[in-house]
C-alpha cells in the first residue's frame, strides 16, 4: 500500500494544504511521486492535453485504464486516483461499478466522478464495495454543453444551493473528498466549511483544502492555459530549443560527437572481419 491513502487525506484537512496535479504517463508520474505530491490524478482532461480533442467527451475506459496503469507502475508514496470518464457510470450503477473496478484492477487507489447528487447511490455502493471516491462538483467539464459552456460557476442561489447539496450528498454517500472547479472563492469557502471531507480546489480561491492543477499547464507545455492557472515553468519553450539545437547539430554534423559512439580499436581486426562478411554475402546472397 502506498504511503498517502483516502484515510490519510481526510486526517489532512484543516491540519496541511493537500498537492494534487495530473499525470498520464510513467515519467510523469515519477518526476511527482519524486516531488512529493500527494494525489497523483489520471484525468480524463488527457483527451485534450495528450490526445488534442476539444474536450474530455472522447475518452474512452480503455484509454483510462491504459493510462492508470501506466502512472500506478511509476507511484509509489502519493495517492492515485483515477477519473471515470463520461458516460461510464451515469447509465447505470452497476456499470458504474463494473467500470471503477477496472479502473482499481490497473493500480489505481481511488477513482473520482462528476457530479454529487445525482450519483449518491453510486458512490455509495461503490464504497461499500471498497472502492474509495472522490467526487467532484462546481463547473463539471463533462457536463460542459449543458452547462452552457466551461464558465464560472456559483454566482446564482441555485448554483449555490446545488453546489452545497452536492458536497454535502458526496460526504453523506462516503467520498472522502471532493474537487471544486472554478467556483466562486467565496461559494468554495462555504462549502469547504461545511463539510467535513477535503476539498480540492482548481480555480476556486485560496479557501479549500487543497489544490490541483494539469501537468501540461503548470509546467507551460502549450501556449494557452485556463485564467486560473500559474505557470511555474515555461518548458514549451526549452523543449523547443533543445530540439532545434538537436536540429542544428545533426545538419551540421556536430552530432553524434566522439564520445556518443564506439568503434573498433583494432584497425586490422576490423579490416579481416569486414573482407570476411562481404565474402560470405557474396557466397550466399541475400534471397529476394
Not at 481511488?110 to 461499500?128: C, N, P, Q, S, T
Not at 551540421?252 to 568503434?263: I, L, R, V
Request: glycine share 8%.
Amino acid at each position: 500500500m502506498r504511503e498517502i491513502t483516502p484515510k490519510k487525506i481526510i486526517e489532512m484537512k484543516g491540519k496541511e494544504k493537500i498537492v494534487m496535479v495530473t499525470a498520464y504517463d510513467y515519467p510523469s508520474a515519477l518526476i511527482a511521486d519524486k516531488a512529493g505530491i500527494d494525489i497523483i490524478f489520471i484525468g480524463d482532461s488527457l483527451g485534450m492535453v495528450v490526445y488534442g480533442e476539444k474536450s474530455t467527451l472522447n475518452v474512452s475506459m480503455d484509454q483510462m485504464v491504459y493510462h492508470t496503469r501506466a502512472v500506478a507502475k511509476a507511484v509509489k508514496r502519493g495517492l492515485v486516483l483515477a477519473d471515470m470518464p463520461f458516460m461510464s457510470y451515469e447509465v447505470s450503477v452497476e456499470e458504474g461499478m463494473r467500470n471503477a473496478a477496472r479502473l482499481i484492477q490497473a493500480g489505481a487507489d481511488a477513482i473520482k466522478i462528476e457530479g454529487g447528487y445525482d450519483y449518491r447511490k453510486l458512490v455509495k455502493k461503490l464504497v461499500r464495495a471498497g472502492i474509495p471516491v472522490m467526487g467532484h462538483t462546481g463547473l463539471t467539464p463533462q457536463r460542459y454543453l449543458r452547462l452552457g459552456g466551461y464558465r464560472l460557476m456559483g454566482e446564482t442561489e441555485e448554483e449555490i444551493e446545488e453546489i452545497l447539496r452536492d458536497a454535502k450528498a458526496l460526504e453523506k454517500a462516503g467520498a472522502f473528498a471532493l474537487v471544486l472547479e472554478f467556483t466562486l472563492s467565496d461559494v468554495a469557502k462555504l462549502v469547504t466549511e461545511e463539510v467535513k471531507i477535503p476539498t480540492i480546489g482548481i480555480g476556486s480561491g485560496p479557501y479549500c483544502d487543497g489544490q490541483v492543477l494539469v501537468w501540461h499547464d503548470l509546467l507551460g507545455i502549450y501556449e494557452q492555459v485556463p485564467p486560473f492557472v500559474k505557470r511555474y515553468a515555461d518548458l514549451r519553450s526549452i523543449i523547443q530549443l533543445a530540439l532545434e539545437n538537436y536540429k542544428s547539430d545533426v545538419k551540421e554534423g556536430k552530432f553524434p560527437e566522439k564520445q556518443h559512439y564506439w568503434e573498433f580499436l583494432d584497425k586490422d581486426d576490423f579490416e579481416k572481419k569486414r573482407k570476411k562478411a562481404i565474402e560470405k554475402l557474396l557466397e550466399e546472397p541475400v534471397e529476394d
